[in-house]
């Protein structure tokens, strides 16, 4: 097999792989939303209370426990 | 020790770049409405001997406007607002404050430097890579300190995760770097030679179609990390900054990030189509500039969804007006790029006015709105002043409409009129028409071309008055503004 079609089928599969994790990801968004592990919508917040001193949002980390309960 | 009350975010490295984006903007808008007049009018390239002819002068436009204009707006926008989202101030490390300057210093002198070398003619002849070898290693240099001042800041973050325009900013930071780095790698010819050339004139280490892919993976490329990516990081700051509104899908932003890295590299070799480059790999720019549309609209409507609810903003406040229609122009240049990729369109756009036309709507429309807008939104909370006139900004709007409406219509006309021209044979298979012959109906696109870049230069010296004014003697605020930014 020549360099360029290894070349070639290196192209495409890698393609392939990184429009399935493309999708994973969008998989993995919405889920770990809905188990109420993240909440990414919260994160938007960020640019609106940017103050020095106004406490970080950090809301990637997990939801308090009630709303987990709620999301179950 | 300090303690948090008294700290307060430190501008005095955005605040420099602000004033040499002023600058540089004008001083490239200057030379590019000066080179289209030459188009329309050739007498007009021997104002200055060498130095006032478009040869001369074009790349000495596209170098002072993408990397003097657009890289200073960029950083100034980062050094204000990625202290902002990380909630940390660049006062509170001397290291990267000291980082911030020498890059801004090293900047100024690269600029400088830049700007009398093109003029002298001192060049390496690749699009949008013209400066020379000694210039390419200061870049470097510039791009790795900003690469510390970032990641020191992010280091010593409060806000843990990482808002979205922080994501964009990185890609500029990486995506430079590696494309910028393979795209230089050249030898002087003092070398290549064996002492007979110049060792102020370099050759690229690559050959024929090679060359011309690398150039090309590079060249749109600088349109991807320089005119996208940190643009898009400061819509995702300042609209919702200036609307008071949260971004519309934050997991929408996120989707369309990884979409715009994963899919913008690939589509390059959608400037080399009809050449000499492997046919697989012109279709498949082609179809990776098509496939483009979804990550850059996701990021264009996510920005329009978080008006929503919200439009009466959008005639009581000028900045958002400049935000939305940066937005828009963003979505028309988006689209109309992947249009010109496909290759049947692309026979006829090719080498054509369109191209430029196409340029022109995205970097006017979608990158000068989006960087004069922030700097607005940035003066009252780096001054401490209000802005000096609303009404200024007003007439600045619709001047800069008009002038890129005019600017892209115009080339439309003339592109696909010149490509048409290029294509028509007679009944026998002979060409129809002449290349002056185009030059002649061409005319008059031409000089509303040229026309147009008055109206926006003149818009660009307004927004440069009100910024000063608003620098030196508008009225004083008390305390700093929450969202939407004062003005007189």
Request: aromatic residues 16%.
């Amino acid at each position: 097999m020549e360099i360029r079609e290894l070349q070639g089928y290196a192209s495409f599969f890698m393609t392939i792989f990184l429009v399935v994790m493309l999708y994973w990801y969008i998989v993995y968004l919405y889920r770990s939303e809905k188990k109420g592990e993240k909440d990414y919508e919260k994160l938007g917040n960020i640019a609106l209370d940017d103050e020095i001193d106004s406490p970080p949002i950090n809301t990637s980390d997990p939801l308090p426990s009630e709303n987990k309960e709620q999301n179950k | 020790m300090q303690s948090n009350a008294a700290l307060e975010y430190d501008y005095s490295v955005a605040k420099l770049f602000t004033y040499t984006a002023i600058l540089f903007g004008f001083v490239g808008m200057l030379i590019g409405t000066l080179i289209a007049a030459q188009l329309a009018f050739p007498e007009l390239n021997y104002l200055l001997g060498e130095y006032g002819t478009f040869s001369r002068l074009r790349p000495l436009h596209t170098n002072v406007v993408i990397y003097g204009f657009t890289l200073s707006g960029v950083w100034a926008t980062f050094y204000y607002s990625a202290q902002r989202v990380l909630k940390v101030s660049m006062a509170e490390s001397k290291f990267i404050m000291f980082l911030g300057k020498f890059h801004f210093g090293l900047y100024l002198v690269a600029a400088v430097a830049m700007v009398l070398t093109l003029l002298m003619g001192i060049t390496t002849s690749k699009e949008y890579a013209q400066m020379e070898w000694p210039l390419d290693i200061i870049i470097v240099v510039i791009w790795v300190t900003w690469g510390l001042a970032m990641f020191a800041l992010i280091g010593i973050r409060r806000e843990k995760a990482l808002y979205i325009s922080m994501w964009y900013f990185i890609a500029c930071f990486l995506g430079v770097a590696m494309l910028y780095l393979f795209n230089n790698m050249e030898v002087p010819t003092y070398f290549a030679s064996g002492g007979v050339g110049s060792m102020m004139h370099s050759v690229s280490m690559y050959a024929g179609t090679n060359d011309a892919l690398v150039q090309w993976w590079w060249g749109h490329n600088a349109v991807a990390f320089v005119f996208t990516v940190p643009i898009v990081a400061m819509i995702y700051y300042f609209l919702p900054k200036e609307s008071g509104q949260a971004v519309y899908s934050y997991k929408l932003s996120l989707l369309s990030f990884w979409g715009l890295m994963f899919v913008y590299l690939w589509a390059g070799s959608h400037h080399l189509l009809w050449s000499t480059v492997p046919d697989w790999m012109q279709t498949m720019g082609s179809i990776f500039s098509v496939v483009l549309i979804l990550p850059s609209w996701g990021s264009a409507i996510n920005m329009l969804l978080t008006m929503k609810g919200e439009w009466n903003q959008l005639t009581e406040n000028p900045l958002i007006k400049f935000m939305v229609l940066a937005s828009t122009f963003y979505m028309l240049s988006t689209l109309e790029g992947p249009i010109q990729a496909i290759k049947s369109v692309n026979a006829i756009a090719h080498f054509t006015d369109w191209i430029p036309g196409h340029v022109h709507d995205g970097v006017l429309g979608w990158v000068a709105f989006m960087i004069m807008a922030a700097l607005f939104h940035m003066a009252p909370r780096m001054f401490k002043r209000e802005i000096y006139s609303k009404k200024l900004i007003e007439a600045q709007f619709w001047l800069q409409t008009t002038a890129v409406v005019l600017y892209f219509t115009s080339m439309w006309i003339a592109g696909i009129t010149q490509g048409m021209m290029w294509r028509a044979v007679d009944e026998y298979g002979n060409l129809m028409y002449s290349f002056i012959d185009t030059v002649t109906v061409l005319h008059p696109y031409y000089a509303i071309r040229a026309l147009s870049g008055v109206l926006f230069l003149t818009g660009f010296l307004m927004f440069a008055y009100n910024m000063v004014k608003t620098m030196t003697s508008s009225r004083k605020l008390e305390e700093e503004p929450q969202f939407s930014s004062p003005m007189a």
